[in-house]
């Protein structure tokens, strides 16, 4: 069925669009219903796009942007046997005039469109939507950043996927064709971005929307960087090295924020450039060991340079990744081999990143399901521990021995000042046993934890002198040991402690011994089952119960 563009139409769906904002579920469900019921008209999506750039209402603009966007999401792919849900008309319409829509829309709507092209984009680019690419490039002429924003921001979701999709002959002709058509142009953009930063190296407005392009055009980068090293890059490297390495060096008080929790514009592009070199280092080493050593320098001072607050967290844990990528290339080996390097390196980056700072303590307290699902979870990936981790393991490749000498000094000043005064000084200790569980972990998997360890650390005596006292205070009778005190932290009141106590027990009853049995018989764990069955239950009781059996 045909529904006609009319101001009947318009004013009907707004009606209805309205409904579907109200808090009443009376109003809103059969609302919802209606637009349900007409949304396989032909023309529907075509009256959402209409109401969106024409309504007076600004409210009914971004209600009708949602709506399309979600409408595209439900229906645009092609699923084979089924029926088509879009009828073609509507698809060669919707194709010809969203792109110009969504750049001449005000930001809140540009984004849903923006969304919404991506979505057809994965569909239908290249094949169906061939001039999709030179009406987004020809838009870079404009010289309006809100127009260039919202070019890169909907390339930015088209072209990500090429950092995870394998490897095929399709994705290399997509690829090969999406770089004929940009790559020049945005590296024209970039340098012309830079320069314009210059100019407006005063200007606070300016430079927002100059650094968020600067920002999109690095992820872009990054993308377009990821499945091999395209000719154009390599014979452009001087022009894009040399500028990310400017702009890592920048600062401008400007671009600074106050709020101590959220990334400004300044680390967010810091972070994307350290992740773009990090890629270079590791894939292309050959092609980038010459811009290599003043990235390190670079990266290294912002590292000593940067604070503990957690709106750096990004810009230190990507940074502290890429010195763990390029220490255990062999290309770069060289660049670490001093030992007045690594002292420097172990004391100014990795014993500081590995401190339990208040932000964590806060973390711990009040948003325990984040702190376990970063820390147990392994969604720890931008933490600044786990980058530290990440650098101790990459370093003890080529220099485990003097590396493993230069943190037992650490560990054993560090549990000198826990032992001074414990209830003050237990974050010592903390960070001690970080240290030694990544100096110790050489290989690791999810399911069994760690498989290969540094034989220079003696865990045994680790766990018997400073783990098991706490316990109670890695032979089996002292695992055996540990599971009463376990099972005793299943009433602990924290979230957290709780939530640890259940994982080191599943872990401990999964692990596996000789000839694949279980660690412990039926019969060592007779005793503990019942009192272990109660608190567990009891757990379950406990609020915002996390236990993970």
């Known amino acids: 069925i045909a529904m006609e563009l009319s101001d009947a139409n318009l004013q009907t769906l707004t009606e209805y669009l309205k409904k579907t904002l109200d808090p009443d579920p009376a109003i809103r469900r059969p609302a919802e219903k209606f637009l349900e019921s007409v949304e396989g008209n032909q023309n529907y999506p075509l009256l959402l796009l209409t109401l969106l750039e024409k309504s007076q209402d600004n409210v009914i603009k971004v209600c009708a942007s949602v709506t399309f966007k979600n409408y595209i999401k439900r229906n645009w792919r092609i699923v084979e046997d089924e029926p088509n849900k879009i009828c073609e008309a509507d698809r060669v319409a919707i194709k010809a005039n969203i792109v110009h829509l969504m750049l001449s829309s005000p930001e809140q709507i540009q984004k849903q469109l923006s969304d919404a092209i991506s979505i057809i984009g994965r569909e239908d680019f290249p094949q169906k939507w061939p001039d999709l690419l030179t009406e987004m490039v020809n838009r870079f002429q404009s010289g309006d950043f809100h127009v260039i924003n919202g070019v890169l921001r909907t390339a930015h979701s088209l072209f990500k996927r090429y950092r995870h999709e394998f490897k095929s002959n399709e994705l290399w002709t997509e690829i090969k064709l999406v770089l004929d058509a940009f790559a020049l142009p945005l590296t024209n953009l970039f340098k012309a971005t830079i320069e314009l930063c210059s100019t407006h190296a005063n200007d606070a407005s300016a430079l927002r929307i100059l650094f968020s392009s600067l920002i999109l055009i690095s992820k872009l980068f990054y993308s377009l960087n990821f499945q091999d090293l395209p000719e154009f890059f390599e014979d452009n490297m001087e022009t894009w090295?040399?500028?990310?390495?400017?702009?890592?060096?920048?600062?401008?008080?400007?671009?600074?924020t106050d709020?101590?929790?959220?990334?400004?514009?300044?680390?967010?592009?810091?972070?994307?450039?350290?992740?773009?070199?990090?890629?270079?280092?590791?894939?292309?080493?050959?092609?980038?060991?010459?811009?290599?050593?003043?990235?390190?320098?670079?990266?290294?001072?912002?590292?000593?340079?940067?604070?503990?607050e957690v709106k750096y967290d990004l810009l230190v844990s990507n940074a502290i990744q890429f010195l763990a990528s390029v220490c255990e290339r062999p290309h770069y080996k060289n660049l670490f081999e001093d030992q007045n390097t690594l002292t420097s390196i172990?004391?100014?980056?990795?014993?500081?990143?590995?401190?339990f700072r208040a932000a964590d303590e806060e973390a711990f307290e009040d948003n325990s399901e984040e702190y376990i699902r970063r820390d147990l979870e392994g969604s720890d990936i931008d933490t600044r521990r786990r980058a530290a981790c990440d650098l101790v393991r990459g370093l003890c490749k080529f220099f485990e021995g003097p590396v493993t000498g230069i943190f037992s000094g650490y560990v054993n000043s560090m549990l000198q000042e826990y032992a001074k005064n414990p209830s003050v000084n237990?974050?010592?200790?903390?960070?001690?046993?970080?240290?030694?569980?990544?100096?110790?972990?050489?290989?690791?998997?999810?399911?069994?934890?760690?498989?290969?360890?540094?034989e220079l650390v003696?865990?045994?005596?680790?766990?018997?002198?400073?783990?098991?006292?706490?316990?109670?205070?890695?032979?089996?009778?002292?695992?055996?040991?540990?599971?009463p005190l376990l099972i005793n932290h299943l009433q602990a009141e924290s979230i957290v402690v709780h939530t640890y106590a259940a994982h080191a027990l599943e872990r401990l009853f999964t692990m596996r011994g000789p000839n694949n049995a279980t660690l412990f018989t039926a019969a060592e764990i007779a005793p503990f089952v019942e009192i272990l069955l109660t608190n567990l239950f009891k757990a379950l009781t406990l609020p915002a119960a996390n236990v993970l059996f």
């Open 241 to 256: 090295m040399n500028n990310f390495h400017t702009l890592l060096t920048l600062d401008n008080k400007l671009l600074q």
């Open 458 to 483: 003696n865990l045994t005596e680790f766990f018997v002198n400073h783990i098991l006292p706490d316990l109670k205070s890695v032979p089996k009778e002292h695992l055996l040991v540990s599971i």
């Open 426 to 454: 237990w974050k010592h200790k903390d960070a001690a046993i970080y240290l030694v569980t990544s100096l110790a972990s050489k290989a690791q998997t999810q399911k069994h934890g760690i498989t290969q360890a540094n």
């Open 346 to 355: 172990c004391e100014k980056v990795i014993v500081p990143n590995m401190e």
């Open 259 to 308: 709020d101590e929790e959220e990334a400004g514009l300044l680390e967010l592009l810091k972070s994307q450039i350290c992740d773009n070199a990090a890629l270079y280092a590791q894939k292309y080493d050959e092609e980038f060991q010459r811009y290599l050593p003043r990235f390190v320098t670079a990266i290294w001072n912002l590292l000593v340079t940067t604070g503990q």
